[in-house]
């Protein structure tokens, strides 16, 4: 099952770092990783697309256990693969719909 996970956490050393940890430890495979930081209120703002047979709600429990992380959200995505003909080469088009079927919000 592929997934998209969006966490807030404070812009500690070694959160993303630990962060990262757990999804490997836990067996989640990641596609994707982006992290923006805001300098203001020193948060940074994770975004991971991924992709595991393991239920999302272990990844959530074990990332909110963490203290500077704020707020965690995660949900599946379903991936829809479509064949395109293009002049006589045949090309691969990924559509992505997304449908949430874990999603939680801590406050920490």
Do not use: W
Not at 13 to 18: A, N, Q
Not at 42 to 58: A, D, N, T, V, W
Request: with cysteine; aromatic share 6%.
């Amino acid at each position: 099952m592929h997934f998209h996970a969006e966490i807030i956490a404070r812009n500690e050393d070694g959160i993303l770092e630990r962060i990262l940890r757990v999804c490997r430890h836990r067996g989640f495979g990641i596609h994707q990783f982006r992290a923006v930081i805001e300098q203001a209120p020193k948060l940074i703002h994770i975004e991971i697309e991924g992709e595991s047979s393991r239920p999302l709600q272990l990844l959530s429990t074990q990332i909110e256990k963490f203290y500077d992380v704020v707020g965690v959200s995660i949900a599946a995505v379903q991936r829809d693969t479509q064949v395109l003909a293009v002049d006589d080469d045949v090309r691969i088009r990924r559509k992505h719909v997304r449908s949430t079927v874990y999603a939680s919000i801590s406050n920490g």
